[in-house]
């Protein structure tokens, strides 16, 4: 048995901090997209890659992190240890790295780039630095633990990919540069971020939705994600240009058993309560099956727009939907949870369902799925993507008014409970 | 006196929650047994924060996983 306090890892207001400044990171890029919409019409489009990057560098990167510094404590009994300023100072460089290549995107300044790939190297390497050290202190490593390892793994190759791409920009460097760019956008959507959701996942549907845990054998089919990606790597640096799509298609056949077990957890949930979180996790199930089956026309089809439409069903579609319904159980149960803590008087406090209202989450939640599916389809009706991006704007501006609310209750309630006088224990 | 609580199978918070709620109860000299289906990190710190003294063990589960049960008294 370890015993871990979590007050050894990163407070729950840093973790806060991160999430709030992601969220706002969503809603920037959803602004570039309405600014620009003819950005989806290539994955080329300087505007395309901006707010790829600003989506997932400034948007989906923090949230993911400041929820790490919690879940790993809370769900694997591990620690990361504090860094002090040096976590304010990661955000910073997360999202000063994320502006100033979005802005070099735009503007193909070389100066920019080389800023950017100092605050974004050097920030999320020492971040997935921490992560893996942390992980690999358990001896008999969980399956949760094992995930994300893998996941961190995942990011180090996405980040030295980036720096060899940066390389080609600023020095001029004789490399593939095409090939190079869809093997740091695999190892980035196949490895670290599909890592992360499904590893998650795999600890967060069971529990919350009360329902069996994932198969065993599927746990240690996850474990094949980055066997293959780094062999398709290998494969594609050797000269095989069909290794993407073979990887590209395998990786596609896990994520769709990802959907199908997911789906299949909720929908026999133990729970009863058909809430925004049980729309929120089947629709994760579902968008998991769609990515799947739009990755084999993506791959395969002479149209590019298949790909754009999954670029925009991975990112915004399960990386920033599946953010979004974890946010909503995540922050009320670290709220609820430090609460607890701090109630050594034992006082009532507000049920965990009750810290995030339920209407303004299916509210936002409905908004948000909406978006997306619109701006699937602006990769082929590109009149449609203005409204999609306005969509996704109004609702990550919700989300975060929503949760910036239960965030300032938090404090307020926290410090009520510090000052009250501890219970009185029963006497023999 | 030894009590059981069987929190197995019920979902978050509701088991951290029955738990605290059961401390409450206990007497210098009383044991609480929790009985539960995943390792409860949280309830950990907050037991060593209040200076309660615990054992934990694990065992298998009638459908082959793995539960906790720990056994928790007040300190002298």
């Not at chain 1, 929820?67 to 694997?76: E, G, Y």
């Not at chain 1, 959507?189 to 329902?211: E, Y």
């Not at chain 1, 008087?345 to 299916?362: D, K, W």
């Amino acid at each position: 048995m370890q015993m871990i306090s979590t007050d050894a890892s990163p407070p729950p207001l840093l973790s806060f901090a991160y999430m709030l400044a992601g969220v706002a990171g969503m809603a920037v890029a959803a602004a570039l997209l309405l600014w620009q919409p003819e950005a989806l019409l290539t994955r080329w489009h300087p505007a395309a890659l901006a707010t790829v990057h600003v989506f997932a560098l400034g948007g989906l990167m923090p949230v993911m992190l400041g929820a790490l510094f919690q879940f790993v404590p809370v769900a694997c009994g591990l620690s990361l240890p504090r860094w002090g300023w040096g976590d304010v100072a990661l955000l910073l460089f997360l999202e000063g790295g994320a502006a100033s290549l979005a802005t070099g995107f735009l503007t193909a300044a070389p100066g920019l780039y080389g800023a950017a790939g100092v605050l974004l190297l050097g920030a999320l390497g020492a971040a997935g630095w921490r992560l893996l050290r942390a992980l690999r202190a358990q001896a008999r490593q969980a399956d949760v633990v094992g995930a994300l390892s893998r996941s961190a793994v995942a990011l180090g190759v996405t980040l030295l990919l980036a720096a060899v791409l940066l390389g080609i920009l600023l020095f001029g460097w004789d490399l593939p540069l095409l090939t190079l760019v869809d093997w740091h956008a695999l190892w980035a959507i196949g490895g670290w971020v599909a890592g992360l959701i499904t590893g998650v996942a795999s600890v967060v549907v069971p529990m919350f939705h009360v329902s069996p845990a994932y198969p065993k054998f599927w746990l240690r089919a996850l474990r094949l994600q980055h066997w293959l990606l780094g062999g398709g790597l290998l494969a594609a640096l050797l000269g095989w240009a069909g290794a993407g799509g073979a990887v590209s298609m395998l990786l596609a056949a896990l994520l769709l058993g990802f959907g199908g077990l997911t789906v299949q957890r909720v929908v026999v949930s133990k729970r009863g309560e058909k809430d925004a979180f049980y729309w929120g996790w089947l629709m994760v199930g579902v968008l998991a099956i769609i990515l799947a089956l739009v990755a084999v026309p993506a791959c395969w089809a002479a149209d590019p727009r298949w790909g754009v439409a999954f670029g925009v069903l991975a990112l915004p579609g399960l990386g920033g939907f599946t953010v979004s319904v974890m946010l909503y159980r995540i922050v009320p149960f670290l709220i609820w949870l430090h609460w607890q803590r701090a109630n050594k008087a034992r006082a009532r406090l507000p049920l965990l369902h009750h810290i995030v209202p339920e209407l303004g989450q299916r509210i936002h939640l409905g908004i948000e799925l909406g978006s997306i599916v619109l701006l699937a389809l602006g990769a082929f009706m590109p009149q449609m993507v203005s409204v999609a991006a306005a969509l996704l704007l109004a609702a990550k501006l919700l989300q975060f008014g929503l949760l910036a609310h239960a965030m300032r209750d938090f404090r307020q309630r926290l410090a009520v409970l510090r000052a009250l006088p501890p219970r009185s224990r029963v006497a023999a | 006196m030894s009590r059981l609580l069987d929190v197995r199978g019920l979902p978050p918070c509701e088991p951290l929650e029955r738990t605290l709620a059961a401390l409450d109860e206990l007497a210098p000299g009383d044991e609480l047994e929790v009985l539960i289906h995943r390792e409860p990190h949280p309830l950990y710190a907050i037991l060593a924060e209040r200076g309660y003294l615990w054992r934990a063990a694990t065992e298998p589960a009638p459908d082959g996983s793995t539960q906790y049960r720990i056994l928790i008294s007040l300190a002298e």
